[in-house]
């Protein structure tokens, strides 16, 4: 009985049954897609599989924050797509390699920053507050190297230091497994102890539940915004470099569309994307999820048009789903009251 008293206190953790029900769901995804396909189980399709699902875990756990709260950041993939122009246009113009990551990371929290202004100090809705900014941010993009993809990024600081941010960002490796699942497990696991065991992280919370009931326990309101649209850009701002590093070069429409993909990731983990409520560990198994379905589909040959709509269609049961379970226990309270 005490073990299942036990069990029961462990499933009432907000978000930890989605969570749990996403993680269920990544295993029957991949066995199914496996005994269609059994190069679905190869070792090398599983490394690629973690370092394509790194890009997706970091994006929906910058989204995540941000819907915590109860709001969206729709500029995450036009910041994505900035972040990899610039760092990559820095580069190209001899700067050094550090010296354009450091410069480019300012740049993205400056914008969360914005966003954050915007939406918790001027109390802008964040959909209009980050359309104007995911302009912006793409407009930096196009205007930073003329409207121009760069050159490769070898081709004024030689091949060496370029050699160093393309390994470190995305080709080498470390215990046999790419570095770019360990940039984005790190930073999952220092964003995930800031949001579940800090007092920053209670206030996400709090925020996203009632904002008013938030503000009457002394919750900074407008402070919780602007910590969770920075967390927010900082993860953008990263997988810009693993976009730059994969390239070697600095495209101006990269990150399109990934400010879906971040609310994909963690409405598919059990993040609710009408605040409140979620686990970082759901939005891990929502990028998972995402990615082994791209992966799977595509090995058994699926038209892209399939995979789209597959994934549209988890994301708006995911999202059914939520509003159900929101619905049932507000009746609920209504009884018992």
């Not at 910041?79 to 820095?90: E, I």
């Not at 929290?109 to 109390?123: E, H, Q, S």
């Not at 789903?321 to 209504?334: A, E, F, H, L, P």
Request: proline share 1%.
């Amino acid at each position: 009985m005490k073990d299942k008293s036990a069990f029961k206190k462990f499933l009432e953790i907000r978000g930890m049954g989605a969570s749990l029900t996403a993680f269920i769901g990544l295993i029957i995804i991949y066995i199914a897609f496996g005994l269609i396909n059994e190069k679905v189980f190869s070792g090398q399709n599983i490394l690629n599989l973690l370092r394509s699902m790194s890009k997706y875990l970091l994006i929906g756990v910058g989204q995540s924050y941000v819907m915590i709260t109860g709001n969206i950041d729709l500029s995450l993939g036009s910041l994505v797509g900035m972040s990899a122009m610039m760092v990559s246009t820095l580069m190209v113009g001899g700067v050094n390699p550090v010296a354009a990551i450091l410069i480019t990371l300012v740049c993205g929290v400056i914008i969360g920053i914005l966003n954050g202004f915007l939406v918790g100090r001027f109390k802008l809705p964040p959909f209009i507050a980050t359309l104007g900014t995911m302009f912006v941010a793409r407009g930096i993009a196009y205007m930073v190297n003329n409207n121009r993809n760069t050159d490769n990024i070898g081709s004024r600081i030689g091949k060496g230091p370029a050699d160093a941010f393309q390994q470190f960002f995305y080709y080498g490796k470390t215990f046999g497994v790419y570095n770019t699942f360990w940039i984005a497990v790190v930073l999952f696991i220092l964003f995930f102890f800031l949001l579940s065991k800090t007092r920053s992280g209670r206030h996400i919370y709090a925020i996203g539940s009632n904002v008013e009931a938030a503000k009457l326990s002394g919750v900074n309101v407008f402070m919780t915004t602007v910590k969770a649209y920075v967390i927010s850009s900082i993860c953008a701002v990263v997988v810009g470099f693993f976009l730059s590093a994969q390239a070697g070069m600095g495209n101006m429409e990269a990150g399109n569309m990934y400010e879906m993909y971040g609310v994909a990731a963690g409405v598919i983990g059990g993040v609710s994307p009408l605040g409140g409520s979620g686990l970082l560990l759901g939005t891990f198994a929502g990028a998972a999820v995402w990615q082994t379905l791209e992966n799977g589909l595509n090995m058994i040959g699926a038209q892209v048009g399939i995979q789209r709509i597959v994934i549209g269609v988890i994301v708006v049961l995911a999202v059914l789903v939520d509003v159900v379970i929101r619905s049932g226990k507000k009746i609920k309270k209504i009884k018992k009251a």
